[in-house]
């Protein structure tokens, strides 16, 4: 069955850094997402994309965060200055259609010291 | 907007018996309703969905939901539950061309021999 895989697995850095986090969609997903998930608490919306561009963001989403789909595969988050509230689980999710519901990859665990 | 209430945020139960997950949403357009299982250290993994139609709506490893529209709710059922089934469970909602879903908190479902 395809997967939506995600890389790292897990990555801690210093405050202040940048991280890039990487996905692989399913390949014939027309919709990509993040969300992440803060230690103990619920999923949240950060980010959709489709044909190349930001269809909607949150309010988590600011001038930190960007998203790139730098060929035909990859699906990147960028924070370019990281926080310790930034540390979560971020997790890439796709689909084809809203009505479709989500393929979600296994995360990215995010800590940041 | 739309939220979501999942009224249980831990339920222990013993193994073959019946369970049920609550979950209440609120939206002001039809919704697409979707539960989502989370397994320790992986993401979160499509359950079942209701669309329209059939308000009995049955998913993957034995569970089911039902929709109700006049109480809001959307509940998970399952008959007998395995010492597997000990997750996170998580009811989202999504509005029909949104893209993005709304989660509940999660639930905890722990399964005891």
């Known amino acids: 069955e395809p997967e939506v895989t995600q890389t790292p697995s897990h990555q801690v850095t210093q405050m202040g850094q940048e991280v890039i986090l990487r996905c692989v969609p399913i390949?014939?997903?027309?919709?990509f997402y993040w969300y992440r998930q803060i230690l103990g608490q619920k999923v949240e919306f950060l980010v959709s994309?489709?044909?190349?561009?930001?269809?909607?963001k949150s309010e988590i989403f600011d001038d930190q965060f960007s998203v790139e789909r730098p060929d035909g595969s990859n699906f990147t988050l960028k924070i370019r200055s990281t926080k310790l509230e930034d540390s979560a689980m971020y997790f890439c999710?796709?689909?084809?259609?809203?009505?479709?519901?989500?393929?979600f990859g296994s995360g990215t665990r995010l800590t940041v010291v | 907007a739309q939220s979501v209430t999942q009224l249980d945020s831990q339920v222990p139960v013993f193994e073959e018996a019946p369970v049920e997950l609550r979950c209440n949403y609120s939206s002001s357009v039809s919704v697409y309703l979707f539960w989502y299982v989370q397994y320790p250290n992986q993401g979160l993994q499509l359950l079942l969905k209701y669309l329209s139609g059939s308000t009995l709506v049955k998913g993957i490893n034995g569970f089911e939901a039902e929709f109700n529209k006049s109480q809001t709710s959307f509940h998970l059922r399952k008959p007998s539950v395995h010492i597997s089934d000990t997750a996170e469970y998580f009811c989202?909602?999504?509005?029909?061309?949104?893209?993005?879903?709304?989660f509940g908190d999660g639930t905890t479902l722990t399964v005891k021999p």
């Open positions: 999710a796709s689909n084809q259609d809203q009505e479709y519901g989500y393929t």
């Open positions: 994309f489709y044909n190349n561009e930001i269809s909607e």
């Open positions: 390949s014939n997903h027309l919709y």
């Open positions: 989202a909602v999504t509005a029909p061309q949104a893209g993005k879903s709304t």
